[in-house]
């Protein structure tokens, strides 16, 4: 399934742009919008070059990913959210620690750490 020009920017807004090479916080050389093959320390790069990159890496997911793919995770997000918006009705929360704390934005009003 092809990414449409409005699925790459998202991508590209949520991956951040790097145009020096640099170590992630996994130790691989990454460079550009995330992208890790053939990387090495000390690499410069534009953004048309980092553009290319990514539409490069993108290409074995546009081969993998199908349209019904697409349609069973909007049904996933779908269902979260309705799930969400129900906890959100009846003051039902039930938060489960896990190592998404780290990144969730509701860690300062979770039962889970504010006791
Ligand atoms: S902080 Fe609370 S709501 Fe956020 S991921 Fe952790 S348990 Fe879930």
């Known amino acids: 399934m092809k990414l449409s020009p409005t699925g790459f920017k998202l991508i590209k807004s949520y991956e951040g742009l790097r145009l020096n090479s640099y170590l992630c916080p996994a130790g691989v050389w990454t460079i550009g919008y995330g992208h890790t093959v053939d990387v090495q320390p000390n690499t410069k790069i534009d953004e048309k070059q980092a553009d ?7 290409v074995k997911f546009e081969k993998t990913v199908s349209e019904s793919d697409i349609k069973s995770v909007s049904v996933d997000i779908r269902n979260t959210k309705n799930m969400i918006d129900k906890a959100c009705e009846t003051g039902v929360f039930q938060p489960n620690q896990s190592i998404l704390c780290n990144w969730c934005g509701y860690k ?8």
């Open 52 to 58: 290319a990159l990514l539409k490069q890496d993108l």
């Open 108 to 115: 300062t009003i979770c039962p889970v750490w504010v006791k």
